[in-house]
């Protein structure tokens, strides 16, 4: 089973939150016996602003035996149709980056972990999410 890990879990655990790195550790450790974790492109650019140079984010994950995954190309397609859809609602909080997550996870992973349950399963109903 793999699982795609999202930006607010590893950052519980980059910038240990008291309130959650506990919890999001404990979350990798036992997603981590279940298979394989992934994250997306999206996910290692929005960790690439916690570190100094490359090979430490890279080191990072390694550590945690984690490895970078590029969203293919039914990922990418739904990503797009699930923000278009967003949007024509009227919604403008979120940016298009949440949805490469989120459809990412959904086509290439058996599950999402992250903090952010509620807005991943309205838009991706069959996905599914595992929050610490």
Do not use: K
């Not at 607010?8 to 008291?18: G, H, I, K």
């Not at 997550?101 to 290439?108: E, K």
Request: hydrophobic share 45%; with cysteine.
């Amino acid at each position: 089973m793999t699982t795609a890990v999202d930006t607010s879990v590893l950052l519980d655990v980059l910038r240990p939150d008291p309130n959650h790195v506990e919890r999001s550790l404990a979350l990798i450790e036992t997603s981590a016996r279940l298979g394989p974790l992934v994250l997306c492109d999206t996910v290692y650019c929005e960790l690439a602003a916690n570190f100094e140079a490359m090979d430490e984010l890279d080191a990072f994950l390694a550590d945690a035996g984690i490895r970078r995954e590029s969203p293919n190309t039914g990922a990418l397609f739904l990503s797009g149709r699930m923000w278009r859809a967003y949007r024509s609602a009227g919604s403008r909080r979120r940016i298009l980056s949440d949805f490469v997550i989120g459809a990412h996870a959904c086509v290439q992973a058996s599950r999402l972990a992250t903090r952010d349950r509620g807005f991943y399963r309205r838009y991706f109903e069959d996905l599914v999410v595992v929050e610490p």
